[in-house]
């Protein structure tokens, strides 16, 4: 009885535990969230890539300010409610949708910067200071960092639609991403954030389009080769012709020199042929 009381009291617990995994989604530690893996590999929350995906299919990139203009707050209070229910509704408004994902980093426990170094963070001056330390990062934090920066990236590329760009998609994500008391630090700080988040995006764009424009060198020297083995073919083709008809020229040339040769034999051969057998063909060739 005691050994059925207490099972009873672990799946009570874990009850409890997954329905607060599945209905708090905003100022709680991912380790309590539900998690799933984005198209490049990084684990984060679900709630984070069902947010993207209805940014994305509502046309989200093309929209002018996104992430820079403010959704209406009450709309927002009522999707919050929603979605700690599980729910998302359709129908919500883009802004809407940029600012609850800008809010959910915001409203973190910790930011997703904050093990990083201050000091550290602050004495970065190039882009591969910003890389080198964003690599101490722990692998939750890791892979938040990424999904942001290509979140960002991929709006950098609808700059001329949108009107953002990196350094503006940089400076309205930089206040979410880290968190610190003094406001005087913290704005000071910011700024450096501003800064490794355009550097980190100007860097993946620039893989991207690395990325993009790269071809197989041996896929062009195929190209090339089947090209210039069609050339050569048709080349080789018109010379074995030619070379034929050359060919055919010099064995008739040859015939005609043989046939006029052999019409200017002289006889000389008769001398050694016996005076009888010559006037028997002679003989045969009258009577024919």
Avoid at 138 to 163: C, G, H, R, Y
Avoid at 267 to 282: R, T
Wanted: glycine share 4%.
């Amino acid at each position: 009885m005691e050994i059925h009381l207490q099972v009873m009291f672990l799946f009570h617990d874990l009850f409890i535990y997954l329905r607060v995994c599945s209905a708090t989604v905003f100022g709680v530690s991912t380790e309590s969230m539900q998690l799933s893996y984005d198209s490049r590999g990084n684990c984060v929350p679900t709630i984070l890539t069902l947010l993207q995906s209805r940014l994305y299919d509502q046309g989200g990139l093309q929209v002018e300010g996104i992430f820079r203009i403010t959704g209406d707050n009450s709309e927002e209070e009522f999707i919050r409610e929603e979605l700690n229910k599980g729910v998302l509704p359709e129908g919500i408004d883009i802004h809407c949708l940029a600012g609850l994902i800008k809010a959910w980093f915001r409203e973190l426990p910790r930011g997703v910067l904050d093990p990083l170094p201050s000091q550290q963070v602050m004495q970065c001056e190039s882009e591969e200071d910003f890389v080198k330390v964003v690599r101490l990062l722990p692998q939750t934090e890791a892979s938040l960092l990424n999904w942001a920066i290509n979140l960002m990236a991929d709006f950098v590329e609808f700059e001329d639609v949108n009107k953002m760009t990196s350094r503006n998609l940089a400076l309205v994500f930089a206040p979410n991403m880290s968190q610190m008391a003094d406001p005087l630090t913290a704005l000071m700080y910011a700024v450096q954030v501003m800064n490794l988040l355009k550097n980190l995006i100007d860097k993946t764009l620039r893989e991207r389009k690395i990325a993009s424009s790269h071809v197989d060198p041996c896929d062009n020297r195929s190209e090339a080769e089947d090209g210039d083995v069609e050339e050569y073919n048709q080349e080789e083709e018109m010379y074995n012709s030619e070379e034929d008809e050359d060919e055919d020229a010099d064995e008739k040339d040859k015939d005609d020199e043989i046939i006029e040769e052999s019409g200017n034999i002289t006889p000389l051969a008769d001398e050694h042929i016996p005076s009888s057998e010559v006037n028997a063909n002679d003989q045969k060739k009258q009577e024919t």
